[in-house]
């Protein structure tokens, strides 16, 4: 089992630019997939990034494409989402997710493993 937890949130303003960090314990992140999701106030969660176990393959939601992307260091156990441009549609709680399957997905019911969140709010 792996645990995983989210930092890098916090408030920024449009425009702007954030880093969310997702470090790993308890098992070696390369045995999987990582996604990135967020989930805003009344609304569900949605996809945001994913990327394979090796970081040749990503994924990212049109509406972040362009200004997001997804990475990962497997030495240092840890995904990264790099924000920018950032707009008030990017408010939202950040979730980093784990998968056990071969192949990236952009469905939450696929992934294993979640962290707790991270808030990232973007004033207009």
């Known amino acids: 089992q792996v645990q995983l937890v989210e930092s890098g949130g916090g408030l920024v303003q449009a425009g702007g630019s954030l880093r969310l960090s997702c470090a790993a314990s308890?098992?070696?992140?390369?045995?999987?997939?990582m996604g990135w999701f967020r989930q805003a106030p009344g609304k569900k969660r949605e996809f945001v990034a994913a990327?394979?176990?090796?970081?040749?393959?990503?994924s990212h939601a049109d509406s972040v494409k362009g200004r997001f992307t997804i990475s990962r260091d497997n030495a240092k156990n840890t995904v990264y989402l790099q924000m920018n441009i950032m707009n008030s549609e990017d408010t939202a709680v950040y979730y980093c997710?784990?998968?056990?399957?071969?192949?990236?997905?952009?469905?939450?019911?696929?992934?294993?493993?979640w962290g707790q969140g991270t808030q990232v709010t973007v004033s207009s």
């Open positions: 990327i394979s176990r090796g970081g040749s393959t990503t």
């Open positions: 308890g098992r070696t992140l390369r045995s999987y997939v």
């Open positions: 997710a784990a998968a056990t399957r071969v192949a990236v997905s952009t469905t939450p019911e696929h992934y294993d493993y």
